[in-house]
């Protein structure tokens, strides 16, 4: 009878090795995660303000776990593409996305229908960043302050044309924002990239955009932009003569922007906490934070509960510019 019974039980072992075993290899553990490459899907093109913010972030990551870590890039479509890449990936914590204000908050007001849900689809890790967005002008147009902008497009209403890297998105919410307190008409031009948008802007195809400091500092530097106001309550320290919209007389046109890392729902909470771990110091770390400090913005690093609770009391303010404003997308 003894020898039957461990005779039985060594089966039922034998039975269960390759389930433990397979277990192992899709790291379902945490001392055994990342074993493989991670990707950080940007819901942008090469160049704009996340991309650019997530591979600084990203370089580190990758030293931190000691794996690679890639960036692929899916813009389009008010960053829906890249959103719904990431919402349908495998959650074992190969694949993270960047989301931000017009994906968590203004996409599911605008557009009448989208492929994923953007709160019940993803797992908040950290906030990343937040930060204020600039008025910039060619320098060929004459308006030098924002009081002759404003000025100027009274003067010839919807005449003015301002860029931005999509419908819905931080930067085209300013622009509405923007008309309603300054009593203005402005053309929007939306675009598929923000590197398009600095290249007609400098060429004089457009006149305006409204933007942020790490994708348009180099520009202001260089003379080829000029900056009119930070549409936030502080100057930028690397543009301290650029006033604030409240300095130059118009305290309701103030926005901030932001975005942070998720995975998608259904990750295992060790490996979210692992890399809430991992991400938060590089966030919180010396190098990034004063490099975002230097653009006037303020690095995140929070835990994912206080992500979660911020996410929630930000995506009001947003849908009610965008409900106001009435944009709708199909």
């Known amino acids: 009878m003894l020898r039957q019974q461990q005779g039985e039980t060594m089966t039922r072992l034998s039975r269960l090795l390759p389930i433990l075993l397979a277990l192992a290899s899709t790291s379902v553990f945490p001392e055994t995660y990342p074993n493989r490459p991670i990707r950080v899907i940007v819901p942008g093109a090469a160049g704009g303000v996340l991309d650019v913010n ?3 972030v990203t370089d580190k990551f990758s030293q931190a776990v ?14 829906n593409l890249g959103a719904e890449a990431a919402a349908k990936a495998r959650p ?3 694949t993270l996305f960047v989301g931000s204000t017009n994906i968590l908050c203004v996409n599911p007001v605008v557009f009448p229908k989208l492929s994923y849900n953007p709160i019940e689809d993803f797992v908040p890790i950290t906030l990343g960043a937040k930060g204020s967005p600039l008025l910039l002008v ?19 209403p919807g005449q003015l044309s301002f860029g931005t890297p999509g419908v819905g998105t931080p930067q085209h919410l300013a622009g509405e924002q923007l008309m309603k307190v300054a009593g ?3 053309t929007h031009v939306p675009y598929k990239n923000q590197p398009q948008i600095l290249t007609d802007l400098i060429g004089g195809q457009i006149q305006a955009t409204i933007e942020f400091g790490s994708v348009v500092l180099p520009h202001v530097k260089a003379g080829t932009l000029r900056a009119l106001v930070v549409a936030g309550p502080n100057r930028k320290p690397l543009l301290p003569d650029v006033p604030t919209a409240a300095e130059a007389g118009l305290p309701a046109f103030t926005q ?5 890392y998720f995975v998608p ?44 609770a911020f996410i929630k ?11 106001e404003a009435n944009i709708r997308l199909e």
């Open 92 to 94: 074992d914590g190969y």
């Open 54 to 56: 997530a591979r600084r």
């Open 184 to 186: 203005v008409q402005l």
């Open 313 to 323: 009391d930000e995506c009001p303010k947003w849908r009610k510019i965008a409900i």
């Open 66 to 79: 000691g794996q690679p870590v890639v960036v692929e890039n899916r813009p389009g479509a008010s960053g």
């Open 138 to 156: 060619n320098t060929r147009f004459p308006a030098t302050t924002l009081a002759a902008f404003i000025a100027y497009a009274k003067a010839y």
């Open 256 to 260: 901030t922007a932001w975005h942070g």
């Open 265 to 308: 729902k259904g990750t295992p909470p060790e490996i979210v906490a692992r890399l809430q771990q991992e991400l938060t110091p590089i966030i919180k770390g010396k190098e990034y934070s004063e490099w975002l400090a230097s653009l006037g913005s303020e690095a995140g690093g929070s835990t994912a509960a206080e992500f979660a």
